[in-house]
């Protein structure tokens, strides 16, 4: 549940929820292990479809630094990091968005079904 430990913008279109997401990208995974849990928004504009194409996202969010894969990077002891020895432009894991649900009193709610096939 959200409470005035976060920015109501990080949830504009109802402030009393939050959203919590675990991503399946080796990217995304590489730098929470670096960083620990981080409050992030989203790559696409609620309501609209998922960007899952960095161009895409750099197109829709140009004042927003994009990470790609090929941008330079080094790992403690001189190692190249895992993001250098990806494609320059990768591929989704899926081609689906997140599957996106909500607990309310009266239990669990599909709003967005995704990558997770899911009927409650």
């Known amino acids: 549940p959200a409470s005035g430990l976060h920015p109501a913008a990080m949830t504009p279109a109802d402030p009393r929820s939050l959203g919590l997401r675990v991503p399946n990208h080796a990217l995304a995974l590489e730098i929470l292990a670096a960083t620990g849990p981080l409050a992030t928004t989203s790559a696409n504009r609620s309501g609209q479809p998922a960007l899952v194409r960095l161009e895409d996202i750099a197109q829709q969010f140009p004042q927003v630094q994009v990470l790609s894969p090929s941008a330079s990077g080094v790992e403690p002891h001189g190692q190249p990091s895992p993001a250098e020895t990806q494609p320059q432009t990768p591929q989704p894991q899926t081609p689906q968005p997140s599957t996106i ?18 009927s409650l």
């Open 101 to 118: 649900v909500a607990w309310q009193r009266q239990g669990w709610q599909v709003l967005r079904q995704g990558a997770i096939a899911l």
